[in-house]
């Protein structure tokens, strides 16, 4: 029988009168990977939270190795040998990985009280060692890629001999494979003895890395489950407590004439004769590894970069993108990739959020009409469903989902020809995502030409009338729905023609 090294019972936690978590079980056994997953506002973060110390529930008991215990703050935890790694990771990008690993536990010199400078560098070595990983332990982290920066995070967990990970959205900002890399070194450490806890809105992840399975729907403990026997059918009723009858609700279209043109955009050292067309009602996916230059397309194309030659036309006619501002008048809207630091003012209310790019049209000498700038807020509110007590409520306070949802908002308040979606269902829950591509239909069946670019090879294939690959700034393929196929999309993502079709149709385009 598997050794129990953690276990919570009943807890229940409250904030300003909402039940985040109510009576929660939780058991983690010795060497296992187990996942916890659910919609956002399940209470999966505050249930992390509460074992690595950062709150406190307000009722509930937790056990580590049978021993009842109580995790004050996240010092303590990290004393029992709690570690967590957040989605973002919590170091500093201008130390070196060294001093990053042994942060807050360095070894001094007890008669000069000089840190042992040498013994720190050769133990991060040989910690790197262990995770068959080659990395210069004095490497500045800010010179590291998203991936090497976890596994800062992963060594300096280890340094403090920790036996219980916590993994928050692990690969959320990885790439194929980096993902694989990554589970390579959560399985060495599943077979060395640590145990994981690995939260992810990939239930395919799920699959692949877990032992068991646990989920949480409305603050509520649900099941837990073998990962071998259960199905993503059933997880997904459990997460959203209905059957999902289709995450990918295509509607099909007769597409209208070209909306936008690119012809023989050029950026040097990010992407390099970029041509295609955007026809009105049609969704067109951008498929590529991280890096591939689909991002900087896009910012280019809404005016937030320069290009160095090439044209954009809208609806046949020549313009000149140089800002946002001009990218609007011309019925072009961008939702950017990262919705908290470029899509959002997370301070500011919904309101204020949904209608900052259209504030003039409600703003006379001076002075902002706030009961027409509410209604139109309620109206895109509304229309998204977005779930909040009120439209003052903080964006901060809402879950991703929720606050992929203003972003939204935001952008359709402009009335937009041409919507540019940079990951739009990134970090969000199976709910979530089924909403954001049913209203994604919605607004091409309204003529709205869409360029949707995402990392998910499901949601470009479920959702795409036509698909572009980028590998290395350049396009590689264009498929059309029916031809495309994972294994022709990783082909061409990886510099590899998806047949003699799309050769001769990327070299007509060039």
Known sequence: MDKTILRLENITKTFTGTLALNKVNFELNAGEVHAIIGENGAGKSTLIKVISGIHQPDSGSIYLNDNLVSLNNSLLAQKHGIATIYQEPTIFPDLSIAENVYMGHHEYNPVTRHIKWKKIHDNTVKLLESLEVKLDPRTMVKNLS??????????KALSQNSQILIMDEPTSALTLSEVKDLFKIIKHLKNSGTSIIFISHRIEEVFEIADRVTVLRDGHYIDTRDVSDVTIDELIKMMVGRVLKDMFPKIKIERGDPI?????????RQFYNISFELHKGEILGF???????????????FGLENTDSGKILVNGKQVYIHNPVVAMNYGLAYLP?????QGLVLPMDITDNVTLPILGQFTKMGLVNTGRETKVAKKYADMLDVRASGLWKKVFELSGGNQQKVVLAKWLATDPKVLVLDEPTRGIDVGAKASVHKFMGELASQGIGIIMISSEL??????SDRIIVMCEGKIT?????????QDKLLSAAVGLSGGQKNKDRVKAKK
């Open 337 to 341: 990739e990262d919705r908290q630091h």
């Open 146 to 155: 998203a991936a090497n920066q976890q596994l800062v995070e992963i060594v």
């Open 260 to 268: 936008l043109r690119v012809e023989a955009l050029t950026k040097a």
């Open 458 to 463: 499901s949601e470009i294939l479920g959702m």
């Open 287 to 301: 498929s590529g590894l991280i890096g591939a230059g689909r991002s900087e397309l896009a910012r280019a194309i």
């Open 477 to 485: 393929a264009e498929f059309t729905r029916k031809e495309a196929t």
